[in-house]
């Protein structure tokens, strides 16, 4: 608890919440703009409203998310890597486990802020692009905060193994340049039977299958639980197991 009061005192001074806030605002504001182009979905049976929603989550699912988390680890790394911070902090009677523990929660905590701003974000534009093409986009709140918990509870093996690359990887460049290019093949894994070995892909495979729930003409895009959950585990654990081990020893040599 100690230590996670010290990173949220860190959080304070830092600019990652605005970082998040302007990313949420350019990934909505040309739907806002655009919300015309959501009459033309006839042909795959979904309404404009659920095109307007689901076509925004698919954005922030495929790219915008996991770029958030490819930005905040990094930057999180390197706050603590500017003027030997991390080294007096090893240096001090505390467990480099823990304090490697303690930043893995707190990078929850701020994706977790990020969810929220994707939420209230959708609702703020839902009532910008109703006045503005007058017809109604709003949908059912039910609806939306299940998919951004769906979506939430998805990414935390992705976070785990960005975050995991961001320990190992003491290059913020080549740390940054290895996520993003992680993020593009998900398009293509996602419809692979492997797909569940691929933690980059989760979100996206989610708002995928609700957006085939909601358009009637488009198919069944299913998930299976076996052994997509057990493998998500796996992966999750052993990449907290293997940042906590080579946490700091980059900085210590």
Not at 51 to 71: D, E, K, T, Y
Not at 82 to 102: A, D, F, Q
Not at 125 to 140: C, I, P, R, T
Not at 227 to 242: D, E, K, R, S
Request: with cysteine; charged share 15%.
């Amino acid at each position: 608890m100690n230590l996670l009061l010290i990173e949220g005192r860190k959080l304070k001074r830092s600019k990652l919440l605005w970082i998040l806030i302007a990313a949420i605002l350019i990934m909505w504001i040309p739907c806002v703009l655009n919300a015309d182009v959501n009459f033309d979905m006839e042909t795959e049976g979904i309404s404009p409203e659920n095109n307007f929603f689901i076509q925004g989550f698919m954005g922030f699912a495929w790219f915008l998310f996991p770029a958030s988390i490819v930005v905040i680890t990094v930057l999180i790394a390197q706050t603590e890597r500017k003027n030997r911070g991390l080294l007096k902090m090893l240096s001090l009677p505390v467990h480099p486990g823990g304090l490697c523990l303690s930043k893995f929660v707190i990078l929850l905590f701020l994706l977790a802020a990020e969810m929220l701003f994707m939420v209230l974000g959708y609702f703020l534009s839902a009532e910008a692009a109703s006045g503005l093409e007058h017809y109604d986009f709003s949908v059912d709140v039910s609806m939306v905060l299940r998919t951004a918990g769906l979506v939430y509870l998805a990414s935390v093996p992705m976070v785990a193994l960005y975050y995991m690359l961001s320990v190992l990887i003491t290059s913020s460049v080549f740390s940054v340049g290895i996520g993003l290019a992680l993020i593009v093949p998900s398009v293509l894994v996602m419809n692979t039977k492997a797909w569940f070995v691929y933690p980059p892909c989760y979100p996206f495979r989610i708002v995928t299958a609700q957006m085939h729930d909601l358009a009637t003409k488009m198919g069944s895009f299913d998930y299976e639980l076996v052994p997509w959950i057990p493998a998500a585990a796996v992966i999750t654990v052993l990449c907290i197991v293997i940042s906590c081990i080579f946490f700091g020893r980059g900085e210590v040599r």
